[in-house]
């Protein structure tokens, strides 16, 4: 990882330049990237050096405020390469008519009953 990434992100979280320099040379030196943002907590950053409880809180924050902004660009790259379906407008779309099912006539059954019976009479 960069040093100037390291840097940028240490003075962002509000650290001192010459505090910064100083942390930014741990970070490069134990080969942290930008990728293990999301993994920093108090116990790794004291690892690296850093002690003062003020820093570590600082640093703490930036680093979920970083990772928050991370994922929020990720979703909208995401819905972005998810290109809605384009429609054409109705003057360009061939209009279908549909037409009515035509329906064999039928009798009721008890009418058709009624009916049988008279003409059998006849």
Excluded: C
């Amino acid at each position: 990882m960069s040093r100037g990434y390291w840097k940028k992100f240490l003075i962002d979280a509000g650290i001192p330049v010459k505090a910064a320099d100083s942390y930014t040379s741990s970070f490069v030196d134990n080969r942290i990237s930008e990728s293990m943002v999301p993994d920093l907590s108090k116990s790794v950053l004291i690892d690296l050096g850093i002690t003062i409880i003020g820093d570590v809180i600082a640093i703490l924050k930036h680093a979920i405020h970083v990772t928050e902004e991370a994922s929020a660009e990720r979703k909208e790259r995401n819905s972005k390469k998810q290109k809605p379906e384009k429609r054409r407008p109705s003057s360009e779309r061939k209009s279908k008519k549909v037409e009515p099912e035509k329906k064999a006539e039928t009798i009721p059954a008890p009418l058709k009953k009624t009916e049988e019976k008279q003409a059998a009479k006849i």
